[in-house]
């Protein structure tokens, strides 16, 4: 009877044995799967992440690019209106020559004028 009773309790541990190993890999199975859908989903993240990444990048450089050519039309404005400015200060300074010019000729032209005055009442006398 002892026989019996060793052989059913060595039946049942090796059935208990059987049915946790087969526990333990179903769960080992579990965890697996787990961490492929963790890692596929991290993945996920990390690819669009990325992405954005790049694109972040691309838009950047294009707006690097708009910011040199804004600059350098800026400069160019720039340089237009400081020659214009000189312009109209060359132009102002024409102008004030042309009066002083103007100015001196009309009174050179008035002591000329008086001049003659002068001299044609003496040459009547």
């Known amino acids: 009877m002892i026989k019996v009773v060793r052989d059913h309790h060595a039946k049942g541990q090796t059935i ?3 049915s946790r190993d087969r526990t ?5 199975a579990s965890i697996a799967d787990l961490a492929d859908a963790l890692t596929e989903t991290l993945n996920v993240r990390v690819a669009t992440a990325f992405q954005a990444q790049k694109d972040v990048e691309v838009e950047a450089k294009r707006l690097q690019a708009a910011v ?4 350098k039309q800026t400069a160019l404005w720039v340089g237009l209106v400081g020659q214009l400015n000189n312009a109209l200060k ?5 102008r004030n ?7 001196d000729v009309t009174l050179v032209t008035d002591t000329l ?3 003659q005055q002068q001299q044609q009442p003496s040459a009547q006398d």
């Open 68 to 71: 040199a050519r804004y600059n």
């Open 90 to 94: 060359e132009l102002g300074e024409v």
């Open 97 to 103: 020559w042309a009066k002083a010019i103007e100015k």
């Open 16 to 18: 208990a044995k059987l």
């Open 113 to 115: 004028a008086r001049e």
């Open 24 to 28: 333990r890999q179903e769960a080992a």
